[in-house]
C-alpha cells in the first residue's frame, strides 16, 4: 500500500513537471490528464473514493477535455521555429514550491486534538459501517431526492434550450436536408 502511495504521488509530481515543461500544449494537456488522475487514485488509497470519482468526473472528464478542445480549435500546437524558454519562470515556481512546502511542514507539526472533532449528533456507527458514496447515494436519493429531481429538470431544460437556439432559422444559411440526399438517383 506504501509503495502504491509513493508510485502515484511520484506520477503526481513527474506530470506535474511535464505539464510546465511541455512546449506542445497539446502534450501539456495530456500530462494534466495524468497528474490528474494520479490524484484521484492517491484519494482512492486515502478511501475518499467520492471525491477520487468527483476528481475524475470534473477535472479530467470535463477541465480537462475543454482545455484539449480549446487548444485544438485554436491551433496552439504550431510554436513556430523559436520557442519559448522557460527557464525565465524557475525562480517564481521555486519561491511557490518552497511557500507550499512550508506550508505543509507548518500544518503538519501543528497538531490539535480538536481540530476535527466532530458533531455528538452525528451517528458514527453508521457511517464507519459504510463507504462513502453509499452515505452520499443514501442522503441525495432519499432525503434530498425532489431537489435531485428539479435540478435534473432545470438541467435538462437548458440543454433543450441550447439545441433550440442552435438550430434557429436564419436567413441566408444553407442547412441539410437528409430526405434530398437520401433519395438522390445516381447518374443524375
Do not use: C
Not at 71 to 92: A, C, E, K, R, V
Not at 120 to 135: A, G, H
Not at 149 to 169: N, R
Request: aromatic letters at 16%.
Amino acid at each position: 500500500m506504501e509503495g502504491l502511495f509513493y508510485l502515484f504521488a511520484f506520477g503526481v509530481i513527474l506530470s506535474g513537471i511535464m505539464v510546465i515543461s511541455a512546449l506542445n500544449p497539446v502534450h501539456s494537456v495530456f500530462w494534466l490528464i495524468v497528474a490528474f488522475t494520479s490524484a484521484a487514485m492517491l484519494f482512492i488509497l486515502l478511501e475518499v473514493e467520492f471525491i477520487a470519482f468527483i476528481f475524475l468526473i470534473v477535472y479530467v472528464g470535463a477541465i480537462a477535455i475543454l482545455f484539449l478542445f480549446v487548444i485544438m480549435m485554436l491551433n496552439l500546437t504550431d510554436l513556430g521555429n523559436n520557442p519559448q524558454d522557460m527557464s525565465n519562470y524557475m525562480p517564481t515556481g521555486f519561491i511557490i514550491g518552497v511557500v507550499v512546502i512550508l506550508e505543509v511542514l507548518i500544518f503538519s507539526s501543528w497538531k490539535s486534538n480538536n481540530l476535527f472533532v466532530g458533531s455528538p449528533y452525528l451517528r458514527w456507527d453508521f457511517i464507519e459501517k459504510t463507504s462513502n458514496i453509499e452515505v452520499l447515494g443514501r442522503v441525495l436519493y432519499t432525503d434530498y431526492y425532489y431537489l435531485f429531481i428539479l435540478a435534473s429538470f432545470i438541467l435538462l431544460s437548458a440543454m433543450i434550450g441550447a439545441i433550440v437556439l442552435t438550430q434557429a432559422q436564419s436567413i441566408g444559411i444553407k442547412r441539410q436536408d437528409s430526405f434530398t440526399q437520401v433519395s438522390r438517383q445516381e447518374g443524375v
